[in-house]
């Protein structure tokens, strides 16, 4: 496939063949290494570690945009290899059910039909599992990708104290105050606390400015007050930072907390990367709603397609019910109840559910009776 | 206005990188010291977004890279120029000197009306 469209002239080069964690943690290490070589050499014209680090950091620009352009770069070649897999694929399947149709009425077997029929859900359901929602299959979603946040370096922020002063000046402190306890995690907690309540986007700002200075005890414990008790309006992007952390531990909590906006486990390869690509630059509201839509209109197709929803078959879209926080959709004003109701969830029969496993339908029941109660 | 910072003009750092790149391999950082030591103080650099440049370069086959070791004994990234970028280099200087001098001869030429 690779020869092939190096040939047709899609790619200058071979693709890269590393895997998509390997090269977020590639451009981090790159640009982590400029950053702190440049706090270096001023440390060594006399200023102190937290103002060297501070001024190489403003000296460096805008640290999350620029690691975003470097990633969509480097990715981009990836996520579309992704994509053309997943065309040839969908493909072939369309040509599979056709045979399938045509044959219909000459099968004597209808279990023979049956088997043929959920292998090819199991694998439409692969397919869909391993790439994003396409907005522009969604009602009522703009097609096109909202304006990137464009910073903004004028204005006064709030240091740790509360006192407004220019950003320099808030980022050196910030840096300052995480760096007083960097292995105590709760000190880091508090510290993102206080970040998660500045006011407007003050907070991810600052963040995506410090991160690379963070520890790890601290990076893993960043996002909570970004995501719970309602959410915070920039938790995606404060998540991305997460996402594509260099550091494993850090990565599994960011991609856990997204699955309350991604509506799928963004464990699998790839999955996440592809899914950051396609959402982060979008309001809150309208990666919930979008992907919210998404995923009861496959579990809601699911489970229009069968009298019994066959047991184990929706389990790996069930278990996100376990991670997703509703409380998010109530605060960022969109209805989950009403998309889950649209799409008949609540209208599933215990007779519907009968083959599932306990938990599964006890997971089915609890959004259920959380619908009716809206 | 003579201290004034300037903003790089369109496509300048992509040559900046390449000629500077003619010295040898350099990572990142090396390459936006070398610009700034070859005179480009004026002009306004945002160090980091030479990264993005660098990595849409080496797409484009007009870098290759690879991981090694800094001066300071970090791992750091180092890109060298491949034949595609020498090519480029030699092309895009030769344009860039042409439009510099078709500006300037303009910029030069007195107005008639007060020759």
Known sequence: MSALL???G???RAPDTRSLAEI???IDAELAFHVEETARELVAGGLVPEEAHAEALRR??????IRRECARTQMGERIMMQRVQVVLTALLIVAVGVLLWSNHEARASMSAERAASMAMIARIEEQLASRSPQPELLDG???VRGPAQVPDDSGEYLDP???SVDRTAAVTSWISTFRQQSDNWRHGLKQADRLAALPGSQGVEILSRIYPTLSTAHREQIFKPFVFDGGHRDAVEVLALGLLDGTNSVRERAALYL????????MYGGVADTWLAEWRDRPVAEVLRANATAWAREFGGVAAMYEQIPAGHPTRLLEIIDHVRPEVFATAGVDLAAILRENGIDRLTSEQLRLLSPSDRERVEIVQSWCRAK | MPNQELDLPPGALELLVLKVLTRGPMHGYAI?????????????IEEGTLYPALHRMERRDLLSSEWGVSESNRRAKFYRLTPTGRAALKEQESAWRRVSEAVGRVLDTPNKKWA
């Open chain 1, 10 to 12: 899609l790619f200058a």
């Open chain 1, 259 to 266: 699955e309350t906006y991604a509506w799928k486990n963004l």
């Open chain 1, 161 to 163: 104290s509360g006192k």
């Open chain 1, 141 to 143: 979603l703009p097609a």
């Open chain 1, 24 to 26: 977020a943690g590639d």
């Open chain 1, 60 to 65: 460096f620009g805008d640290y999350g945009r």
């Open chain 1, 6 to 8: 190096e040939r047709l």
């Open chain 2, 32 to 44: 936006v010291r070398a610009i700034q030591e070859r005179g480009a103080e004026p002009l306004r």
